[in-house]
DNA sequence: TCAACAATAATAGTAATACTATCAACAGCA
DNA sequence: TGCTGTTGATAGTATTACTATTATTGTTGA
């Protein structure tokens, strides 16, 4: 059997639906190769024309610029981390062992996923640490929050945020630990790779000593 | 007695000293002023060249492109911090109490400052939240890094990371820690003001309960 | 079957951005 | 006085981020 992961997206990120064509389903297959490659700050609209191959025109057609389509491809992501959470924790008993699972999904390791996407989920994972709070940290962020363009985030937060409120009823920050173990789990990564004096992983660059650490902080934050 | 701020910053980051002229000086001041009012993706030379005024090319050949003056006023900030840190724990008889004062320095409040400097702290604090992390989340991180422009980031780190040594000695991720609690104070801080969800201090918007918060973790995390 | 119409893509622009290269002024010194 | 070197001003260029217009295709009803 194989499972298919597909989300509805907010209107408001699109100007015509990119799941609705073939050439809207390409550019955001290789919007997500492409920033992987080259990051966000270079690449441009017409670059990704030219690789598909189509015209700028077209793909402004479907966004109105590169800042909603980033906002497109990580809601991509945070949608595809709470379907990943949601799976995973069924039929998990105990709220340790979910906060577990939460921490090894948020932590990417070359594991063979059992859910099919259209996208390709390790470039969506790095771009999504070296980018996501390129989605936010912007003047326009109250206005695109008036949108709900954060709320996958926001979804994926309180999701992790009721497991611990679950581990320990009386702990009063769920939220900001559920939004942190988040970011921790991005910037440790990226601070494994290219910071390495800004973590404590480095010589190993192992993945479960990062897991290791959040689920320190984590346990230890939420022991009653 | 007023007390100085100055700091020597790293060659590479500038073209030309600007702590060198009244132009430079002015150029790093007017770029904090006007990066706080506007965002730094919506910032341009020609636009803080005509606000000191002065043209283009003088900023140009006072700084090689907008994001290296980023990361020199994010270093600013990285240095003045470490500045702040290294004055404040003088005769701090506990490192428990030396952590608290860490936070307490780490999150912003309206206190007087007993340091002075020629820009604005509260303009350069509130860069440094929205800011900050564009400095390395790019594609020239290793390159960057190769030229030392992160030090000031390590070197506030690694100050922290010692007291956690210090608090606890066979604590194994003192130095994840400290860039954890960096960070953390850093987007909460945005969180409580923009994306309220995400966080748990945004009904009272008081900093001081985001530090009880970095006190919990920062704590619990570090307790033997 | 085919004209009328709408939807989509392709072409060709424009304004702003991020730089570069050249030129002019003047300051210090022999 | 004249040479030199540094600073600042002027004028450019390539790229980016978008817009407006034109061409093409596909659909529908007489």
């Given amino acids: 059997m194989q499972l298919d992961f597909k989300v509805r997206q907010n209107p408001a990120l699109y100007l015509k639906d990119p799941e609705s064509t073939e050439v809207g389903k390409s550019i955001v297959t290789h919007s997500i190769k492409m920033i992987y490659e080259i990051g966000y700050e270079k690449f441009t609209f017409k670059k990704v024309a030219q690789e598909i191959p189509t015209t ?6 479907y966004f109105e610029n590169k800042h909603r389509l980033l906002i497109y491809l990580i809601d991509l992501y945070w949608s595809f981390m709470e379907f990943q959470v949601m799976f995973h924790l069924n039929n998990v008993p105990t709220p340790e062992e979910k ?22 989920q390790k470039s969506l994972y790095y771009i999504a640490i070296s980018e996501s709070s390129k989605t936010y940290l912007s003047k326009d962020v109250d206005e695109n929050n008036k949108e709900m363009l954060f709320k996958p985030y926001k979804d994926l937060c309180a ?10 009823p009386d702990y009063p920050y769920a939220r900001s630990l559920a939004s942190s173990i988040i970011e921790i789990s991005h910037f440790q990564y990226f601070f494994m790779h290219h910071l390495p004096r800004l973590c404590d992983f480095s010589k190993n660059k192992n993945p479960k000593e990062l897991e290791a650490f959040l689920e320190s902080v984590a346990f230890n934050s939420l022991k009653p």
């Fill in 56 to 61: 700028e025109a077209t793909v402004y057609r």
């Fill in 99 to 120: 906060i577990k699972k939460i921490i090894d999904i948020l932590v990417w390791e070359d594991n063979v996923g059992q859910i099919f996407t259209e996208f390709d």
């Fill in 159 to 168: 999701s992790i945020a009721s497991v611990f409120s679950e581990y320990n």
